[in-house]
């Protein structure tokens, strides 16, 4: 089967509607985008191209990564991925993980298949509560600015402060079709797993302690910013 057939599979098969699945599976499903997502952090803080990744994560509000984002298409386009939102409660302390997808379709001049790791950064508080609501729309909802190989594109015109900084390992990943129209939404299936009940965005927004299954996750944050997580989390 050739790459960018994978490609489109894959895509398809993130974008449809999620099913009810069993518990096991969806347990596997978190521990492998916490793992993925070790992962991703690791390797983008390492690449010397995403300028500013450490400062911008280092004052963020939020913290969304994606360990696999795939896009492909011949003039009609699609992208979809899995990730996970970690919230800054304060300096050092933090919550979370609460799981979500993105997703989109596109129109123009586009070919082929790729895909990228992501993490975006979620410098405002407007931001963060327009990331909360059932489904968020970039450059509708809220603006983003996507920064690869040291270059920022940006999906609404503006120079005040971008709601979100979108880095990726992918320099083509947005470009061509840009995230501008991509929608973010929670994976509710996985939240109820890992908190027991449906969460609302008061509840998530409120929730002031991490599980303890994203540890690691916030050694490598403190590892790349110099910050020292609160011990008693």
């Not at 407007?126 to 040291?150: M, N, T």
């Not at 449906?198 to 002031?208: A, C, F, M």
Request: with cysteine; hydrophobic share 35%.
């Amino acid at each position: 089967m050739s790459y960018f057939l994978k490609i489109i599979i894959s895509i398809f098969l993130l974008c449809k509607p999620i099913h009810s699945h069993s518990n096991d599976e969806d347990k596997i499903t978190i521990s492998h985008l916490i793992q993925s997502a070790e992962l991703t952090l690791k390797k983008l803080s390492k690449n010397s191209d995403l300028k500013n990744f450490k400062n911008y994560l280092e004052n963020c509000r939020a913290i969304l990564i994606f360990p696999e984002v795939y896009e492909g298409g011949f003039f009609f386009g699609a992208k979809g991925g899995s990730g996970l939102l970690i919230i800054r409660q304060s300096k050092n302390k933090f919550s979370g993980p609460f799981f979500y997808s993105i997703g989109g379709l596109s129109f123009g001049l586009q070919f082929g298949a790729k895909s990228g790791k992501v993490v975006m950064t979620i410098m405002t508080n407007r931001g963060l509560k327009s990331i909360l609501k059932e489904r968020v729309k970039f450059g509708v909802d809220v603006d983003a600015v996507v920064i690869s190989d040291g270059v920022g594109y940006s999906a609404e015109s503006t120079l005040r402060l971008a709601d979100i900084y979108s880095f990726t390992d992918n320099a083509g990943l947005f470009l061509g079709s840009s995230i501008e129209g991509s929608y973010l939404q929670p994976r509710n299936d996985l939240n109820r797993i890992l908190f027991r009940k449906d969460l609302d965005s008061d509840e998530i927004l409120k929730s002031d302690s991490p599980k303890r299954e994203i540890k690691n996750i916030l050694k490598i944050i403190e590892n790349i910013t110099g910050e020292k997580s609160d011990k008693k989390q």
